[in-house]
């Protein structure tokens, strides 16, 4: 059990429709992340939240919109989506966004994301 | 920007083996590294976890290495067994952000 939790943990939309993707950290954090993993690429930062304000936006196009309505939670809204948006999206948290000598990040199981 | 490349992208292997899985780095400028392993359709779970000044760390089986200067890390697996079976992530620290490599897929073959 990582402490992070995600939902849903499967998700298939069509290009027109607008869903969201939660998650939760139960580990007391002050930083929360989104990261996309496409298949043969490496991890791809999305968004930073620190303290419930955006910190990095790594030029994530518009159809991506993150939430951080507090410190345990954190929402990623999708909404007219492409197929190569189709990916798995993980949620971190770590103790503070300034990734110090000693920080690491505790990620979530992902949700699997296909876009029809 | 730091890139991070992991070789091989997959490896197979017989229980019993021993075996390294390889990360370089291009910067080294790093706070630390640290190793990852994910099951099919999983998140992240860290292994080990290198500071920049320290060589080595050891936790079971695993032993990793770090060679900040030439930007290299080793992952050792002692006896692998097939329960190891899992992708394998490093990533580099640089204090802004964590950079991922793309992973090596380990299978061991019971």
Redesign the interface.
Known sequence: ETGVTQTPRHLVMGMTNKKSLKCEQHLGHNAMYWYKQSAKKPLELMFVYSLEERVENNSVPSRFSPECPNSSHLFLHLHTLQPEDSALYLCASSQDARTGAGETQYFGPGTRLLVL | KQE?TQIPAALSVPEGENLVLNCSFTDSAI??L?W?RQDP??????LL?I??SQREQTSGRLNASLDKSSGRSTLYIAASQPGDSATY?C?V??????????GTSLTVIP
């Open positions: 991070v706070y630390n640290q990852f359709g999983k998140g992240l779970t860290s976890l500071q920049s992530l990533a620290n640089t204090g802004n952000q964590f950079y991922f490599g793309t």
